[in-house]
């Protein structure tokens, strides 16, 4: 019986390279998939691109080829990542300059159409219900969120690193299945079951121990050392999750349920580009140490429809930070905040909304009934909404005012004025978004 | 008893969506979790005014349900002002709750 080993490189565009190296070296994988781009990612790379043609793609995209592509060359492990961001083509050329560097021959596929930010005008934002013209100048980028067919054919055609820009998380693992195992795109279970396998490993060490160690109550071994996630897939798409052996973590039912459902909403109808998968009926079985077995999903038609993610400009960020402690620690932060929003009212309508918390009493869940108690110190953290880089300047500066002119004690101020990118959302007929891709071939002729 | 003693929890965020999975530690608590830790519950402890906010979805052969709450991350983590914007530390707060 074939299986294919798909393993996870990262989970997110910071992820550490480490654990994805092991993978490479001893991993013995078919696939090794590098998922990097969160919402705001893309719309802040095309920024970049808009001042610099050759940039907008991953800025660790050379530090982690440079990493991974030997142990992956050496063992026939095919790469397929979303690092190429606002910019795939520019992003395979850098590829092809680690390759070169290396002195290993590869063929490098950039996979090309989910910008569609000359496509969005008439279609009409989830969020306001108006078209996303309307934004006019302040549009920064719409990116659809494509399927698995663009990287299938790259694979197909001979591909040994697939870069991509926006897609389905799911897609840039389910690629390699349907690639690997020829599956029909109407094949509705088996691309549920395969959406599964991405799901699950779309987040790296989320599914192996991380974001759940909970002292005393979810243990982890040598968290330090934690293992990014594999999964041994079989022809009918049921898969075993898995870790390496000797990498710090836990792979379990909990850690294994907990993914399950993570940013799911139905879990019967979870909708992708290429299928809606459902993950209602998922059994979830612990056959071995860290050997979770993943098997009850299922599938059926794709809605027709893509996701597509509009960022655009929404103002400026001004925040800043300041600490008070000891007895009436919170009656100074509620002194200082009231002062904050007195200095503040001049600017009127320039701050289109604030919010001043006390980090340690009410930051997380100021709706949420909690007791009363004795706080030996909190953090003041005021932020601001403005429409223009100066008011936002002016609310960061009235906090570090608080040093001088505020209450007694306070210490520890940060601060800091950015650009708000807000992101939108969007449905466009799939067949509104061709998808493409382009061969890069580098030759190294051994001596 | 707090529902972390029953229970274990994740968040995840899509735009301004919040989903918060609660899942028995132990098969024989799941019924109880099923009866008292219902979406008028939760809206209410969040500090939600419209219950109507929140849906719940089960899968009992994992004994986990999954909450969805509309509306929860003061515009989503783009563009909220929350010291937490993706929401993450909301399965932690739900867990404080009494069942």
């Known amino acids: 019986m074939t299986i294919v080993r798909i393993g996870a490189g990262a989970g997110f565009q910071g992820d550490r390279i480490a654990p994805a190296v092991d993978l490479a070296e001893r991993g013995n994988l078919d696939f090794l998939v590098f998922e990097c781009l969160a919402e705001r990612t893309i719309a802040l790379a095309q920024q970049a691109r808009l001042k610099t043609p050759e940039a907008g793609f991953d800025p660790l995209l050379a530090r982690r080829l440079r990493a991974v592509l030997p142990g992956c060359v050496r063992n026939g492990t095919r790469i397929v990542t979303n690092m190429g961001a606002a910019n795939p083509q520019g992003a395979a050329a850098c590829a092809a300059r680690v390759a070169r560097d290396l002195g290993l021959s590869v063929k490098i596929a950039a996979v090309m159409g989910d910008d569609v930010v000359d496509r969005i005008g008439p279609f009409g934002l989830e969020e306001t219900g108006q078209p996303a013209a309307d934004l006019g100048a302040r549009l920064v980028s719409a990116n659809a969120y494509i399927g698995c067919r663009g990287i299938v054919a790259a694979l197909d055609a001979g591909a040994d690193i697939v870069i991509c820009g926006r897609a389905s998380d799911p897609a840039l693992f389910l690629a390699p299945l349907v690639h690997r195992f020829g599956w029909a795109m109407d094949d509705w279970d088996r691309l549920g079951r395969g959406t599964l396998v991405g799901h699950m490993l779309e987040c790296a060490a989320q599914v192996t121990g991380g974001y759940f160690a909970d002292p005393g109550r979810k243990s982890v071994p040598d968290l330090a050392n934690i293992g990014f996630p594999l999964a041994e897939v079989s022809e009918d798409g049921n898969a075993v999750l898995t870790k390496l052996p000797g990498t710090g973590g836990v792979v379990s039912r909990a850690t294994c349920t907990e993914q399950l459902l993570y940013e799911i909403h139905d879990p019967a109808r979870y909708l992708q580009p290429d299928v809606v998968a459902d993950f209602s009926r998922v059994q979830i079985t612990e056959i071995g140490p860290d050997r979770v077995a993943l098997t009850g999903a299922s599938g059926s038609a794709a809605t027709g429809l893509l996701k597509v993610s509009v960022g655009y400009r929404d103002g400026w960020l001004g925040e800043g930070q300041i600490s008070y402690a000891g007895a009436q620690c919170v009656a100074r932060g509620e002194l200082a905040l009231g002062l904050l929003q007195e200095r503040l009212s001049i600017c009127g309508d320039r701050i289109a909304e604030a919010r001043g918390d006390l980090i340690g009493w009410n930051a997380i869940a100021p709706g949420v009934t909690r007791r009363a108690m004795d706080l030996p110190e909190v953090r003041l953290r005021y932020a601001a909404r403005c429409l223009d880089q100066d008011t936002a300047q002016q609310v960061a500066e009235e906090v570090e005012s608080l040093y001088l002119c505020g209450p007694a004690a306070g210490g520890g101020v940060s601060r800091q004025v950015r650009e708000i990118i807000g992101i939108a959302a969007a449905l466009m007929p799939a067949d509104l978004v061709p998808v493409r891709f382009e061969m890069t071939e580098v030759s190294h002729e051994t001596a | ?99």
Request: with cysteine; charged share 20%.
């Open chain 2, 1 to 99: 008893m707090k529902l972390h003693e029953l229970a274990h929890a994740r968040t995840g965020d899509k735009g301004d969506i919040s989903n918060i999975s609660v899942i028995a530690y132990r098969a024989e608590d799941w019924p109880l979790l099923q009866e008292r830790v219902t979406e008028a519950r939760v809206a209410a402890y969040l500090g939600h005014a419209d219950p109507a906010v929140v849906t719940r979805y089960v899968l009992p052969q994992l004994q986990a349900m999954n909450f969805v709450i509309r509306g929860a991350l003061t515009g989503g983590v783009t563009r909220s002002l929350a010291l937490d914007a993706h929401g993450k530390c909301l399965a932690s707060v739900l867990l404080e709750m009494e069942v």
